[in-house]
């Protein structure tokens, strides 16, 4: 059965740093998402992505934050600039008729 | 704003013992409703999409009902790998495919 794959599973950084968390996504969806959830919290939107454009971004997903598409299958999510409260699973998912995938999650610890 | 309210946060069954997990909900035109498992340190893993009041879908020992403000999950007859978080998603017809507005959960926990 196709999935939605993520890498790393587990991401630790420093505050300040750089980070680019990956994901593949399900081969024949065009839609992408990037959600998050810290730690006993709701899974919250970041950014939508179709057609090599952002499609639609929350109010969380700030100039500190982008996405890329940067060849056929991955999907890729960077922070710039990385601060404690980034802290948290971030997933990535896409969509097929009306279904949304989830992918594994990427643990992200900023120390 | 589109809203999700889970109820109860947390419910503890024995096997065998069933019951049903609630999840009202307020958006502006409704495209689907999502219901989702999810397991700790894990990504939510789908189980239905509702789209119009009256639908039903049946998976297993869950089944899922929909009405204009909220829907159910009812679980029937759990045994203890039913054990988890349940997670219910809207997503609304504003055009192209939305994205998801989570509820907090249900954390289900069933004893053998």
């Known amino acids: 059965e196709p999935e939605v794959t993520q890498t790393p599973s587990h991401q630790v950084t420093q505050m300040g740093q750089e980070v680019i968390l990956r994901c593949v996504p399900i081969?024949?969806?065009?839609?992408f998402y990037w959600y998050r959830q810290i730690l006993g919290q709701k899974v919250e939107f970041l950014v939508s992505f179709y057609n090599n454009e952002i499609s639609e971004k929350s109010e969380i997903f700030d100039d500190q934050f982008s996405v890329e598409r940067p060849d056929g299958s991955n999907f890729t999510l960077k922070i710039r600039s990385t601060k404690l409260e980034d802290s948290a699973m971030y997933f990535c998912?896409?969509?097929?008729?009306?279904?949304?995938?989830f992918g594994p999650g990427t643990r992200l610890t900023v120390t | 704003e589109d809203q999700v309210t889970q109820s109860p946060e947390a419910l503890r069954l024995q096997e065998g013992e069933s019951s049903s997990l609630n999840c009202s909900y307020t958006v502006s035109g409704l495209r689907g409703l999502f219901w989702y498992r999810q397991d700790p340190g894990k990504g939510p893993e789908f189980l239905f999409t509702?789209?119009?009041a009256g639908e039903e879908k049946e998976k297993e020992r869950l089944k899922a009902t929909l009405t204009k403000k909220e829907s159910f999950l009812h679980i029937t007859a759990p045994k203890p790998e039913d054990s988890a978080t349940y997670l219910c998603?809207?997503?609304?017809?504003?055009?192209?495919?939305?994205?998801?507005?989570f509820g907090t959960g249900t954390r289900l926990t069933i004893i053998p």
């Open positions: 998603a809207v997503q609304a017809l504003r055009g192209g495919n939305e994205k998801l507005t």
């Open positions: 998912a896409s969509i097929l008729a009306g279904e949304q995938y």
């Open positions: 081969s024949n969806h065009l839609y």
């Open positions: 509702l789209y119009s």
